[in-house]
């Protein structure tokens, strides 16, 4: 999946939800785009450390109770990651995993590439070698 594209779909839902992107408000974003009650922490009868379910229209993010803050953080950015993978018609994909973890990053605030950059793109730069000045 096209990294632009991931980080359009985390740009777009921080829009949506009327967030400041730059803030990587993670659980808000989450809470804005699945409702109040998006976020619950389980025992786990599901695989792995968190797990996004539905029941109707209810998407919910189960979350282990045994995780720490951090991994708490990072498992609702990748499973909130599958919902907006799954609203913009990509989930299914062989590379799934690695697209929600990617999209998790972009959502945390960690986008690899920057929009606006003043860097100019790949093929107009000489490739560097190593032992050329
Ligand atoms: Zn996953």
Redesign the pocket.
Known sequence: MDIAALEGIAAHAYATAGLDATKGHVPRLARALLGPCAIVRGSRPFV?PAALTRDGDVWTIVIARALTPAQALDAVA??L??WLLIRHGLAGSDN??QA??YLAAALLGAPITRRGSSCPPPNSAKAARPGEP
């Open positions: 792995g990748h499973e990651a599958h799934e995993e929600a973890d």
